[in-house]
């Protein structure tokens, strides 16, 4: 049985931490198209016009993102599903992406909506870390990381270019909800609590 699921959710939501908790559940891949396009960036090989709108916290146009997933999907590991993090973004992506896994003669389980008020959103952003040794993420206050490890604040976790990516969820990632809920895949599940707190909703989501 294949899972193929999608986390949607505004910046600073969880969809990062909870995808772990799903990727482990199902034994599937964590498809980030953040993570691949920040990956490109620190190889050197991503296009300085794709850098420079990352950097601004706005959108890179879709024709590249659905190229990127493209070429994901064809890879090995995606065969018994996947999860995406970050991706449909617009509704042309999910378009796209529904033709992809037509051809492919694959389906959407489900889509998992990870609630969260926006005024919660940008504390959690400013004080985020990654660990660039095991790509765990963190929150100083309230999971804070061990010590000696390697933090990165992302660039685009600064107050102004959180602003920026909250406009653009609201402006073109939440017509994504209405899409989803017309084709009986939205799940919604409360992100407000601890970690652990989200992971329990969200299998209780997926059951
Ligand atoms: P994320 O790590 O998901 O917050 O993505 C970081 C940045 O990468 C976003 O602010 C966008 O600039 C870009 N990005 C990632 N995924 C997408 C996507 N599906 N569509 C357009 N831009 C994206």
């Given at each position: 049985m294949t899972h193929i699921v999608i986390l949607v959710g505004p910046p600073g939501s969880g969809k990062g931490t909870q995808a772990e908790f799903i990727c482990k559940k199902f034994g599937i891949p964590q498809i980030s198209t953040g993570d691949m396009l920040r990956a490109a960036k620190r190889a050197g090989t991503l296009d300085p016009k794709y850098l420079a709108i990352m950097d601004s916290g706005k959108l890179v146009p879709d024709e590249a993102i659905i190229e990127l997933i493209d070429g994901r999907l064809?890879?090995?590991?995606?065969k018994d599903g996947f999860l995406l993090d970050g991706f449909p973004r617009t509704v042309p992506q999910a378009e796209a992406l529904d033709a992809l896994l037509s051809k492919k003669g694959l389906k959407l389980d489900a889509v998992v909506q990870l609630d969260v008020p926006r005024e919660l959103l940008e504390e959690r952003l400013v004080n985020r870390r990654t660990d660039l040794n095991t790509g765990k993420i963190y929150h100083l206050l309230y999971n804070p990381p061990p010590e000696g490890a390697k933090l990165e604040h992302r660039a685009d976790d600064m107050p102004d270019k959180v602003r920026t990516r909250q406009s653009a969820y609201e402006a073109q990632?939440?017509?994504l909800l209405p899409y989803y809920e017309a084709k009986a895949l939205l799940r919604r599940v409360?992100?407000?609590?601890?970690p652990d707190e989200v992971t329990a909703r969200l299998e209780a989501a997926l059951a």
């Open positions: 064809k890879e090995d590991d995606t990632t939440a017509a409360d992100g407000v609590g601890k």
